[in-house]
Nanobody
């Protein structure tokens, strides 16, 4: 059974940092592109970052230079390191695993950036 379990969300002040984790199971993690998406209230889900099997990374323009994505193929975890957080980073953050027609999603973790 495929599972993606996000953790690490919470409340943080503007300018602060958080690291999200996504623990994967039930599929061959090392051969999937892993990504993070987010959904703010009243908005559509949007791409945040991804990391390929070859560890090529891609970021949304809105987070470039502030967020980093990493993967640990032994632990089967993908991380999203978020720095210099802004109020408009507030959203539910979702982990995603993609390979060909496979497209798996986690349940999400809330990140709130507020003073």
């Amino acid at each position: 059974q495929v599972q993606l379990v996000e953790s690490g969300g919470g409340l943080v002040q503007p300018g602060g940092s958080l690291t999200l984790s996504c623990a994967a199971s039930g599929f061959t993690f090392a051969i999937y592109t892993m990504g993070w998406y987010r959904e703010a209230p009243g908005k559509q889900r949007e791409f945040v970052a991804s990391i390929t099997v070859e560890r090529f990374t891609k970021f949304a323009d809105s987070v470039k230079g502030r967020f980093t994505i990493l993967r640990d193929n032994v632990k089967k975890i993908v991380y999203l390191e978020m720095n210099s957080l802004k109020p408009n980073d507030t959203a539910v953050y979702y982990c995603n695993a993609k390979r060909n027609s496979d497209d798996y999603w986690g349940q999400g973790t809330q990140v709130t950036v507020s003073s």
